[in-house]
């Protein structure tokens, strides 16, 4: 004969404790797990997973707002329900680069000694690392106002370097056709890092007495530069000329006397992005 054990006083027991569990979460409108003293009216001492989006600011008859894509949950204070919003903050992971700082100048005194009487260097040719003090490699004049100082702190890194400036020229007669070849360069340290080389001319041009004005743009990605103290200036130089008594400016005006331009059209100017490789440290 089978014998069958009887669970109803055990189930009884159990409702019980239930609802006497119900009753004191209700009574004290405090909820704990895993904690027998919560402190919040719910208190989870444990982790958290959640399955589902997560809604805030909802009352008895509405359900709470569960946010955009891509917003995150922002406390307003002690005794405020939070909220979502939206901010305008990349979040980098480990692997891509970030722009760390850049760095904008502009130069309005720009370069005047390679004007009428001054020759060309005749050097057509230059390389990286070239040091800007080496006149074997060409004459270089400086754009003081252009110059920067900064610190590279990950080896991994790019420096985009925009560089753009005006150049004037005015040839003796304004019937007569002259031009100038010059080139302007990065130097990061003393050290050519980039150059472009260009040409000035000028036609029959009465109408501006002869002045022709032209707009010079270099831009350049250097990657992997070394960790440590940078400083990184622009130089321009006169390679040749059909006219040694032509006048030639760059960064500014032949003259002020003229109507034609000013400094500030054809003043300098530099950007320089500092892009570095994002990594975490434990």
């Known amino acids: 004969m089978k014998k069958y054990l009887s669970l109803q006083p055990y189930m009884k027991n159990t409702m019980h404790f239930c609802v006497i569990g119900l009753f004191s979460a209700y009574a004290h409108a405090q909820v704990g797990i895993g904690t027998n003293a919560p402190n919040a009216t719910l208190d989870v001492n444990g982790k958290t997973t959640l399955r589902k989006e997560l809604r805030v600011g909802g009352t008895s008859s509405q359900t709470g707002n569960a946010g955009l894509n891509g917003q995150v949950l922002v406390s307003q204070g002690e005794g405020l329900p939070p909220v979502w919003k939206s901010l305008n903050?990349?979040?980098?992971?480990?692997?891509?680069?970030?722009?760390?700082?850049?760095?904008?100048?502009?130069?309005?005194t720009g370069i005047a000694t390679l004007s009428s009487g001054t020759a060309g260097d005749n050097v057509y040719k230059n390389n990286v690392g070239d040091n800007i003090s080496d006149t074997s490699k060409g004459t270089w004049n400086k754009i003081t106002g252009l110059e920067n100082n900064f610190v590279i702190k990950n080896g991994k890194n790019r420096l985009t370097y925009q560089f753009q400036t005006g150049?004037?020229?005015?040839?003796?007669?304004?019937?007569?056709?002259?031009?100038?070849?010059?080139?302007?360069?990065?130097?990061?340290?003393?050290?050519?890092?980039?150059?472009?080389?260009?040409?000035?001319?000028?036609?029959?041009?009465?109408?501006?007495?002869?002045?022709?004005?032209?707009?010079?743009?270099?831009?350049?990605?250097?990657?992997?530069?070394?960790?440590?103290?940078q400083k990184v200036e622009v130089a321009c130089r006169k390679i040749d000329t059909s006219n040694a008594n032509t006048e030639f400016t760059i960064g500014r005006n032949v003259s002020n006397a003229n109507t034609i331009s000013n400094a500030f059209t054809l003043e300098s100017m530099i950007k320089i992005d500092v892009v570095e490789y994002v990594t975490y440290k434990n």
Do not use: H, W
Request: overall charge negative.
């Open 89 to 108: 903050v990349s979040f980098m992971e480990e692997g891509q680069y970030k722009l760390i700082n850049s760095y904008l100048s502009s130069d309005q």
């Open 167 to 229: 150049v004037e020229m005015k040839a003796p007669s304004a019937t007569t056709s002259q031009n100038i070849s010059f080139t302007c360069g990065v130097f990061r340290n003393g050290k050519l890092v980039a150059v472009r080389p260009d040409k000035i001319s000028s036609n029959n041009n009465s109408e501006k007495a002869g002045i022709q004005d032209y707009i010079f743009t270099l831009n350049y990605t250097e990657q992997n530069v070394p960790v440590g103290n």
